[in-house]
C-alpha cells in the first residue's frame, strides 16, 4: 500500500520560506511522477509543482515559477518543495501526490491516485 507523509507547514510571515517534505513508503522511482498540490478554503484543489522522477523534469504552475523549486531525494525516498518569498494567497493545506502513467504537462488532481493527508500552510501578511 502506497503511504505519503507530508511535513514542514506551518505559520510564517510574508516574504518568508518553507520547505515542505513528502516521505514515500515505496521507492520514489517506482512512480512516473510525483507532485505537489494545494487547496485554500472555498477553493479547488490545484497543482503547484510536478517532478518526473526518472530525469528529474520539473513543471510549475505560474503563480509558483521563480519562487517554489521541487526536487526529489531517491535515497530517502522523499521529494521536496522549497517555497520562498511566500504571500499571503500561498496559504492552503498542501499536498502530496504520486502516480504511474505517461508523460503529462499538465499537474491535474484527476490524474493521481495516490495522496497524502496534507500539511497546512499559512502566511499572514
Known amino acids: 500500500q502506497v503511504n505519503l507523509v507530508e511535513s514542514g507547514g506551518g505559520s510564517v510571515q510574508a516574504g518568508g520560506s518553507l520547505r515542505l517534505s513528502c516521505a514515500s513508503s515505496e521507492f520514489i522511482a517506482n512512480y512516473k511522477c510525483m507532485a505537489w498540490f494545494r487547496q485554500a478554503p472555498g477553493k479547488e484543489r490545484e497543482g503547484v509543482a510536478q517532478?518526473?522522477?526518472?530525469?528529474?523534469?520539473?513543471h510549475y504552475a505560474d503563480s509558483a515559477k521563480g519562487r517554489f523549486t521541487i526536487s526529489q531525494d531517491n535515497g530517502k525516498r522523499t521529494i521536496y518543495l522549497q517555497m520562498d518569498n511566500l504571500k499571503p494567497e500561498d496559504t492552503g493545506l498542501y499536498y502530496c501526490?504520486?502516480?504511474?502513467?505517461?508523460?503529462?504537462?499538465?499537474?491535474?488532481?484527476?490524474?493521481?491516485?495516490?495522496w497524502g493527508q496534507g500539511t497546512q500552510v499559512t502566511v499572514s501578511s
Open positions: 517532478i518526473y522522477t526518472g530525469g528529474g523534469m520539473t
Open positions: 501526490a504520486a502516480r504511474h502513467g505517461v508523460f503529462l504537462a499538465t499537474i491535474d488532481s484527476t490524474d493521481f491516485p495516490y
